[in-house]
C-alpha cells in the first residue's frame, strides 16, 4: 500500500474513533436509524477527558504519547458536526411530508 493511501485510512480511522468517543460522551448524538452524527448536550472537554481515559487503557488508534493527535481529531471532528442541530436526513424526511 503507498504512504500516501496508508495515512488517508489512518485519517479515516482516527476521525471515525473520535465520532465515537464524542457519541460515547454525549458530545455529539448519532441517529439510531441513519447513524449520522449532530449536536449533542455535554461539552466537547467531556470527550476529551474520555478519549484520554481511552487512551491509558490502550484502546483506539492512538498511543499514548500521541494524545495531543487525538484532541486534534476530536476537534475537527466535534467542529464538523457541532452546527448540526438534528439529523440531516431525519430532517430531510421531515420535510417532505
Ligand atoms: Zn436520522
Known amino acids: 500500500m503507498g ?4 495515512a488517508m ?11 465515537e ?15 449520522e ?5 455535554e461539552e466537547v472537554e467531556e470527550a476529551y477527558k474520555l478519549a484520554n481515559r481511552k487512551i491509558t487503557a490502550g ?3 492512538f498511543a499514548p504519547n500521541e494524545r495531543r493527535e487525538a484532541t486534534d481529531a476530536i476537534k475537527a471532528a466535534y467542529e464538523e458536526h457541532n452546527f448540526i442541530a438534528d439529523c440531516p436526513s431525519c430532517v430531510r424526511m421531515m420535510e417532505k411530508d
Open 9 to 19: 485510512l489512518q485519517a479515516e480511522d482516527n476521525r471515525r474513533w473520535a465520532l
Open 37 to 41: 452524527y449532530y449536536q449533542g448536550t
Open 3 to 6: 504512504v500516501v493511501k496508508e
Open 21 to 35: 468517543v464524542l457519541a460515547e460522551a454525549e458530545v455529539l448524538g448519532v441517529c439510531e436509524a441513519h447513524g
Open 59 to 61: 484502546e483506539g488508534p
